[in-house]
């Protein structure tokens, strides 16, 4: 079983930057693919960011080039540097772990950009 709380959302200008984080409780984390997915009003969820167990990423193409995931196993967490924001980018965004037989979600944190 494996628990996952973000933390790091707020109100940022376009322009702006944040760093969300996720972190996990559970045994062997190192071994989950960790994703990051985003779901902004009407619309559905949508793979942001993935980073495999061997270190591999993956991103949108909408946000390639703007946002950086990354992972920290000592730590049990994964980040998303999100740079350059659009209001576009505005959504909650969910820290998901994956593994072949199990899939566990944050409760999303909420990233607002306006000016």
């Known amino acids: 079983q494996v628990q996952l709380v973000e933390s790091g959302g707020g109100l940022v200008q376009p322009g702006g930057s944040l760093r969300l984080s996720c972190a996990a409780s559970?045994?062997?984390?190192?071994?989950?693919?960790l994703n990051w997915y985003r779901q902004a009003p009407g619309k559905q969820r949508e793979l942001v960011a993935g980073i495999t167990s061997g270190g591999f990423t993956n991103y949108a193409d909408s946000v390639k080039g703007r946002f950086t995931i990354s992972r920290d196993n000592a730590k049990n967490a994964v980040y998303l540097q999100m740079d350059s924001l659009k209001p576009e980018d505005t959504a909650v965004y969910y820290c998901?772990?994956?593994?072949?037989?199990?899939?566990?979600w944050g409760q999303g944190t909420q990233v607002t950009v306006s000016s």
């Open positions: 559970g045994s062997r984390f190192s071994i989950y693919g």
């Open positions: 998901n772990a994956r593994s072949p037989f199990m899939s566990y």
